[in-house]
């Protein structure tokens, strides 16, 4: 478009300042609103990510090919221990710990249950799970040699034992043996979650080895990365320092709990519903704008046509209007509603119950919005992309006028 049209538009829009300030202030409103809730969400989810990662699976796990879907014994990465100490010196992060898995029966003295036992070597995996910190009873695994157990809360009603007692473990090793062992239970975890607290345990990693007679073998090396973002190229690194041969895989985190991400994904979708609401009652008002300041100048448009503008270049002006208005409230809202992303992303966004319930869970009581490009342009540009959109019937409605019709209707 030319700069003549560029200059009429801009021209039109402060005809009527007041209509217009009203318009780009729904737009402003509108488009901080939604800066403000989709980075909150973005943020939300991150935490979310970040709190169930870290409660068990972490960002990457090292696994024989197979073990993901099958969890079978025999599957298992060789020298697990020296592999992760490879790994935290080669990558340079702490945050990197070898596991081994099995199920089993634990007895006390009155009850049996079945359940899943990890052997985590105890210096480590305080820097990749939150489940050390969820203990509320005694203390976490200290000794990678001791025979010493930490079990959830339900569990340890389920056997009515506690701190000091000890329980006897049977299983079947790697090679298909029997498996059996006696230990003491020195702490006890809540981490809120009802079928960790019911069915899961922690032992010392060379305990582990020792009972189920894995001859040094684990199940899986875990890894944390700094940030998501960073998951897959740490990935990348990963699977090139692991031994050629062995036939090891890298899987990221999406791949080891398909259903977070798909849970989060469909409330992404579901949030927009709410969203989508907030972006039609604009677009309506902007086609009301659009809609008054085409029939206030239907005997200019009128004269105008008389002279040999085409209804097209018209509607283009229409178009253009709309689309300067839309841009207005986009750069406002970005500005506003970024300053307020960044302040809540800084000091944090909470309300009242929010920490008691997150510290049931070894959460943080605070939600800090994620600032980034996609929190910041997503809700606006959709604004302005339906502005635009609203503003095509007053713009097609210059099709149908006619010069003489328009300059006598408006007199």
């Known amino acids: 478009m030319s700069n003549i049209t560029f200059r009429l538009a801009w021209r039109n829009l402060w005809r009527r300042k007041r209509r217009t300030w009203l318009t780009v202030g729904a737009m402003v409103f509108s488009n901080i609103i939604l800066v403000f809730l989709i980075s909150m969400q973005l943020g939300m989810y991150a935490m979310m990510i970040e709190n169930t990662l870290r409660a068990q699976t972490g960002h990457l796990q090292v696994q024989a090919p197979g073990y993901k879907d099958d969890l079978k014994m025999r599957q298992v990465v060789p020298d ?17 710990a070898a596991r081994a898995s099995a199920f089993a029966l634990v007895s006390s003295e009155e009850r049996s249950y079945g359940l ?62 029997f498996a059996a062992a006696v230990v003491t239970v020195v702490g006890v975890f809540e981490s809120g979650m009802p079928d960790m607290d019911r069915g899961f345990a922690e032992v010392p990693l060379g305990f582990f080895q020792d009972t189920f007679y894995m001859e040094g073998a684990g199940h899986s090396v875990v890894v944390m990365a700094p940030t998501l973002i960073q998951v897959g190229a740490l990935g990348g690194r990963v ?25 989060i994904q469909a409330d992404f979708v579901s949030a927009w519903f709410m969203y989508g609401i907030l972006i039609i009652l604009v677009a309506f008002s902007v086609l009301n704008t659009q809609l008054m300041s085409v029939l206030e100048r239907t005997k200019e448009f009128g004269i105008t046509m008389s002279l ?52 049931q869970f070894n959460l943080p009581g605070r939600i800090y919005p994620q600032f980034s490009a996609i929190g910041l342009l997503m809700g606006p540009m959709i604004v302005l992309l339906a502005s635009v959109t609203a503003s095509i019937y007053p713009a097609v409605r210059l099709h149908w006028l006619e010069p003489v019709a328009a300059m006598r209707a408006a007199e």
């Open 308 to 359: 040999g503008v085409t209804p097209g270049r018209l509607g283009r002006l229409v178009l253009l209007e709309s689309g300067l208005m839309g841009s207005l409230g986009l750069l406002l809202g970005i500005v506003f509603g970024g300053a307020l992303v960044a302040w809540l992303g800084h000091t944090g966004f909470t309300y009242p119950g929010l920490e008691e319930m997150a510290g």
């Open 116 to 177: 899943q036992i990890s052997g985590v070597e105890p210096e480590f995996e305080t820097r990749v799970s939150s489940l050390p910190g969820l203990v509320t009873e005694g203390r976490f695994l200290e000794d990678a040699m001791a025979e010493e157990i930490v079990i959830g809360s339900v569990l340890a009603r389920n056997l009515r034992t506690g701190l000091g007692d000890e329980l006897t473990i049977i299983g079947s090793g790697r090679d298909g043996s």
């Open 80 to 96: 697990v221990i020296d592999l992760a100490a490879k790994l935290r010196s080669e990558i340079g992060s702490d945050e990197i």
């Open 239 to 263: 699977e090139s320092l692991l031994p050629a041969g062995e036939g090891l895989v890298v899987h990221n985190w999406d791949v080891l709990l398909p259903g977070l991400k798909q849970a």
